[in-house]
């Protein structure tokens, strides 16, 4: 497989697909991957629950048609998580989930992060939830078509897909009077970056990380929406949290760059009010 820094780096979401069917060797290699109970323990020591669903002509093996709004076009699947409704519950799911779709992107899949453009009912009745759960986000899987249609293109100039905003506007040195500087931000430059580049709830890239001065520990906070997914029910933001996380170490992992998450916060004076604490990386 390709080198995940260069997938993260690659990877676009894919609303598109060929009508091609999912070859028997994906299949094998995705069933395989959500069973394997190492790839669902999260961050913080909790297991999240993928399930595959596989489409044909549009509709599941029960006959149901999963609901995307017309969003998605000729998907041969979809991973489906669980998660309960809590703070760290979605911020971990968020983790397992990103690095299943980063498995996926690896196998030459299309993949795209879907939190509020689907019909969650249709997709509850294709898995099994636990008590007080409920289906945070799905992804559609397949090969992507190499014309995407002028919808997917005008729905990425919308949101600014490939816009990220620069490091000055979310990373840190010591406190958040200062901005981050590319160039001291030391071993931890690339999953930085990664973190950056990876995907977030209408580009919003909600993370702000904030590097201790002895950079040994880099802290990731939160800088809230307004408003943002309250008619969902959930904070939807949340998740994009764990996506930077999965980046972040993924990365740390394939330089050979050792630490560890914890709950540590060092209770820092905030950007402003719409400001949170999540967690911290300590190097170790």
Request: proline share 5%.
């Amino acid at each position: 497989m390709n080198s995940l820094i260069e997938s993260m780096r690659t990877r676009q979401s894919v609303r598109t697909y060929e009508t091609q069917k999912l070859s028997e060797h994906d299949l094998a290699q995705i069933n395989a991957y959500i069973t394997e109970e190492q790839n669902l323990v999260g961050p913080f020591g909790g297991k999240g629950k993928i399930d595959f669903v596989l489409i044909k002509n549009n509709v599941t093996d029960k006959g149901i048609k999963l609901g995307t709004y017309g969003f998605i076009k000729n998907p041969q699947g979809y991973l489906v998580g669980s998660a309960k409704n809590e703070k760290y519950a979605l911020v971990e799911y968020a983790y397992i989930f990103h690095r299943a779709i980063l498995y996926a992107v690896q196998l030459g899949l299309g993949t795209c992060w879907m939190g509020g453009t689907f019909n969650r009912n249709s997709f509850e009745k294709e898995i099994v939830l636990g008590e007080d759960e409920f289906i945070p986000c799905v992804t559609p899987l397949g090969y992507p078509k190499g014309k995407q249609r002028v919808f997917d293109r005008a729905l990425r100039m919308v949101v600014k897909a490939d816009n990220k905003k620069p490091w000055d506007q979310l990373f840190y040195n010591g406190t958040f009077e200062k901005p981050l500087p590319k160039e001291i931000a030391g071993g931890l430059e690339v999953p930085i970056e990664m973190v950056r580049l990876g995907p977030s709830a209408s580009n919003k890239q909600p993370w702000r990380l904030l590097l201790s001065e002895d950079q040994k520990s880099c802290h990731f906070y939160i800088e809230h929406t307004p408003n943002y997914s309250s008619g969902l029910g959930y904070d939807m933001q949340l998740l994009d949290m764990g996506i930077a996380m999965c980046q972040f170490e993924l990365a740390c992992m394939e330089l050979g760059i050792a630490g560890k998450w914890l709950i540590e916060d060092p209770q820092l004076a905030f950007i402003s009010g719409n400001t949170e604490y999540i967690v911290s990386w300590k190097m170790a």
